[in-house]
T-cell receptor, first 114, second 115 residues
Framework: DARVTQTPRHKVTEMGQEVTMRCQPI?????VFWYRQTMMQGLELLAY????????DSGMPKDRFSAEMPDATLATLKIQPSEPRDSAVYFC????????????FGNGTRLTVT | AQKITQTQPGMFVQEKEAVTLDCTYD???????LFWYKQPSSGEMIFLIY??????QNATEGRYSLNFQKARKSANLVISASQLGDSAMYFC????????????FGTGTSLTVIP
């Protein structure tokens, strides 16, 4: 089965450090989404891309977060500098970009910022 | 207005019984898709079932069925013959339009299956 691959699975870092999360979407999928999940806020959309172009990143704190797709096989989410409130599970999901197709999620990156 | 509303934060069901998880949605787009995802305690998000706005029949996938009532804008998930492994969070989601760029998720329902 084709899967969305996210690395790392877990990340513990100190406040102020840079964190980079990576995502390999399913081959042939042209939309990529980044979500953050916390107990308090649930699933929050951070950014999404279509054909590698960012379509919406309004959910992302621009001063510290950045999302890119350097090529069709790699999406990155970077936090610099990280803060304790960034502790969450970050999901990447990919899809084919049509209304009928579901998003396929990676297993997430559990980030803890101390 | 919320795009997806799940009003049941938590539900309990006896093993082997059926359970319905509620979902209502809000859209003015005539073309949309409705999805249900399962998130077990291990954390992964698993796609369960899909219903298109133009589909005439309710979607079914094994023990999962979607009770689609378009006029009421509801898309309830029915799980038949509940199993202990069905204990998880369940999320309803919607994708609008033919291009379907945006995905909207509900807040989820926590289902516990009691032996």
């Amino acid at each position: 089965d084709a899967r969305v691959t996210q690395t790392p699975r877990h990340k513990v870092t100190e406040m102020g450090q840079e964190v980079t999360m990576r995502c390999q979407p399913i081959l042939g999928h042209n939309t990529v989404f980044w979500y953050r999940q916390t107990m308090m806020q649930g699933l929050e959309l951070l950014a999404y891309f279509r054909n590698r172009a960012p379509l919406d990143d309004s959910g992302m704190p621009k001063d510290r977060f950045s999302a890119e797709m350097p090529d069709a096989t790699l999406a990155t989410l970077k936090i610099q500098p990280s803060e304790p409130r960034d502790s969450a599970v970050y999901f990447c999901a990919s899809g084919t970009g049509t209304g009928v197709s579901p998003l396929h999620f990676g297993n997430g990156t559990r980030l803890t910022v101390t | 207005a919320q795009k997806i509303t799940q009003t049941q934060p938590g539900m309990f069901v006896q093993e082997k019984e059926a359970v319905t998880l509620d979902c209502t949605y809000d859209t003015s787009d005539p073309s949309y898709g409705l999805f249900w995802y399962k998130q077990p305690s291990s954390g992964e998000m698993i796609f369960l079932i899909y219903q298109g706005s133009y589909d005439q029949q309710n979607a079914t996938e094994g023990r999962y069925s979607l009770n689609f009532q378009k006029a009421r804008k509801s898309a309830n998930l029915v799980i038949s013959a509940s199993q202990l492994g069905d204990s998880a969070m369940y999320f309803c989601a919607m994708r609008e339009g033919l291009t379907g760029n945006q995905f909207y998720f509900g807040t989820g329902t926590s289902l516990t299956v009691i032996p």
